[in-house]
């Protein structure tokens, strides 16, 4: 059998290896902690549960879904953006349902890509809009993430000829996985550097509602003429726990959502109207779990600040996300570190250089482990750190 060039052409999965490790370490009776992976713990909150159980049993919505989503899901879609950040978007043509965000950001390539075209990705980043543009015969730019330029990408060092070639500028922010957070005027700035060079601005916002201390995630849609080019990825999957569920949405500039909808009828068949209208129960139902789930996740942030700054270990706690990005110690690497935790105390990280080359020098701990998983974990990193 031969598989397609383009397979080949992909990154190899970092990860591959560690999950081998873990398998090996599961094997031999090991306890381990996981700050691996970024899967919420917590569970969906129970009438978002409710409401899909409710809506599985209503033979309406058995059928193929609508291509374009429930109009009503869509309706809650460009409320939420109303009151939340005071956008005002067209549910017909400036909103399309995702099967999870992941699924739109890995197709927006396709729809905006042409081989040799340039997208221009940071760096580190989740992984998909790499391999989007790969499979897409697009050529990756990656732009360096670092603590110097608070892991906002340099747009100025760009050159002619690359910007040139570029298409598409992703962002995400409060960022995976830096943690990384910006304010409004870094988006305003990105807009009109994409307006300047036809760029289409691509902002993955998931974790725009798990924020800390006061800060009030924006969105890029907010600045002035952001809708003449800018798209913003959502999903419910951080805000609501429901990683499992398969649902998101894309947002913003009318010509890009309907290339991305045109390509979507040829792919897809939509998302289950019953996971539509528990997404409309998430959306419009009471917030109070989202607000316990963003104060357990400062809780665990605190702890895991707190007890690596007692060993030497200093990490600003991050304003958003799920994530901590932390340097490894001297004489060590992403990779070599990151075995080390699991050969030592059975800790699992995620390597940083899984997320790009300029990740190199971190580990990426997530917060969805309980409390007492995560004070074990401390002290498990206090006997072999100091
Ligand atoms: C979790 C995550 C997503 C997407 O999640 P879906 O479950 O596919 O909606 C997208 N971007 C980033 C950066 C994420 O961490």
Same mark, same amino acid.
């Given at each position: 059998? =031969?598989?397609?060039?383009?397979?080949?052409?992909?990154?190899?999965?970092?990860?591959?290896?560690?999950?081998?490790?873990?398998?090996?370490?599961?094997?031999?009776?090991?306890?381990?902690?996981?700050?691996? +992976?970024?899967?919420?713990?917590?569970?969906?909150?129970?009438? +978002?549960?409710?409401?899909?159980?409710?809506?599985?049993?209503?033979?309406?919505?058995?059928?193929?879904?609508?291509?374009?989503?429930?109009?009503?899901?869509?309706?809650?879609?460009?409320?939420?953006?109303?009151?939340?950040?005071?956008?005002?978007?067209?549910?017909?043509?400036?909103?399309?349902?995702?099967?999870?965000?992941?699924?739109?950001?890995?197709?927006?390539?396709?729809?905006?890509?042409?081989?040799?075209?340039?997208?221009?990705?940071?760096?580190?980043?989740?992984?998909?809009?790499?391999?989007?543009?790969?499979?897409?015969?697009?050529?990756?730019?990656?732009?360096?993430?670092?603590?110097? *330029?608070?892991?906002?990408?340099?747009?100025?060092?760009?050159? @002619?000829?690359?910007?040139?070639?570029?298409?598409?500028?992703?962002?995400?922010?409060?960022?995976?996985?830096?943690?990384?957070? $910006?304010?409004?005027?870094?988006?305003?700035?990105? $807009? @009109?550097?994409?307006? =300047?060079?036809?760029?289409?601005?691509?902002?993955?916002?998931?974790?725009?509602?798990?924020?800390?201390?006061?800060?009030?995630?924006?969105?890029?849609?907010? $600045?002035?003429?952001?809708?003449?080019?800018?798209?913003?990825?959502?999903?419910?999957?951080?805000?609501?726990?429901?990683?499992?569920?398969?649902?998101?949405? +894309?947002?913003?500039?009318?010509?890009?959502?309907?290339?991305?909808?045109?390509?979507?009828? *040829?792919?897809?068949?939509?998302?289950? !109207?019953?996971?539509?209208?528990?997404?409309?129960?998430?959306?419009?139902?009471?917030?109070? !779990?989202?607000?316990?789930?963003?104060?357990?996740?400062?809780? =665990?942030?605190?702890?895991?600040?707190?007890?690596?700054?007692?060993?030497?270990?200093?990490? @600003?706690?991050?304003?958003?996300?799920?994530?901590?990005?932390?340097?490894?110690?001297?004489?060590? *690497?992403?990779?070599?570190?990151?075995?080390?935790?699991?050969?030592?105390?059975?800790? +699992? $990280?995620?390597?940083?250089?899984?997320?790009?080359?300029?990740? @190199?020098?971190?580990?990426?701990?997530?917060?969805?482990?309980?409390? !007492?998983?995560?004070?074990?974990?401390?002290?498990?990193?206090?006997?072999?750190?100091?």
């Amino acid at each position: 059998m =031969r598989t397609a060039k383009r397979i080949e052409k992909l990154p190899p999965y970092l990860f591959a290896e560690i999950d081998r490790k873990v398998a090996e370490a599961k094997a031999r009776g090991a306890d381990i902690i996981s700050f691996g +992976v970024g899967d919420p713990d917590l569970p969906t909150p129970q009438h +978002v549960v409710e409401a899909l159980a409710d809506a599985a049993r209503d033979a309406a919505t058995h059928r193929y879904p609508s291509y374009t989503g429930m109009p009503e899901f869509r309706r809650a879609i460009a409320d939420w953006y109303e009151r939340r950040f005071g956008v005002s978007l067209d549910p017909d043509t400036q909103i399309q349902p995702l099967v999870g965000s992941k699924e739109g950001i890995f197709h927006l390539p396709v729809a905006f890509i042409d081989p040799g075209d340039v997208a221009l990705i940071p760096d580190p980043g989740y992984p998909v809009y790499e391999t989007g543009t790969i499979l897409s015969h697009g050529e990756p730019e990656l732009l360096a993430l670092t603590a110097e *330029n608070d892991f906002k990408p340099d747009l100025d060092a760009l050159d @002619e000829q690359t910007l040139e070639r570029a298409r598409v500028l992703w962002l995400n922010y409060p960022s995976n996985p830096t943690a990384a957070c $910006v304010g409004l005027d870094f988006f305003t700035t990105a $807009v @009109e550097f994409c307006r =300047r060079h036809d760029l289409l601005l691509c902002h993955d916002a998931a974790y725009t509602e798990i924020t800390y201390d006061g800060f009030v995630a924006p969105s890029a849609l907010q $600045v002035p003429g952001a809708l003449d080019c800018a798209i913003e990825f959502h999903s419910l999957s951080k805000t609501y726990n429901m990683t499992g569920w398969r649902i998101g949405w +894309v947002a913003g500039a009318t010509e890009a959502i309907e290339a991305i909808k045109r390509l979507k009828t *040829n792919i897809d068949s939509g998302i289950f !109207d019953a996971v539509q209208r528990a997404g409309i129960a998430a959306l419009e139902g009471p917030q109070d !779990d989202l607000l316990a789930t963003i104060e357990t996740y400062r809780h =665990r942030r605190d702890l895991l600040c707190d007890g690596l700054k007692s060993m030497g270990v200093i990490v @600003e706690p991050p304003r958003g996300s799920i994530y901590l990005w932390v340097p490894v110690p001297e004489g060590h *690497n992403s990779e070599s570190f990151t075995t080390y935790l699991l050969d030592q105390a059975d800790i +699992v $990280v995620a390597p940083g250089n899984g997320y790009g080359p300029s990740g @190199e020098g971190f580990v990426r701990f997530s917060l969805t482990l309980a409390d !007492d998983r995560l004070e074990e974990g401390v002290e498990r990193l206090r006997k072999i750190v100091t």
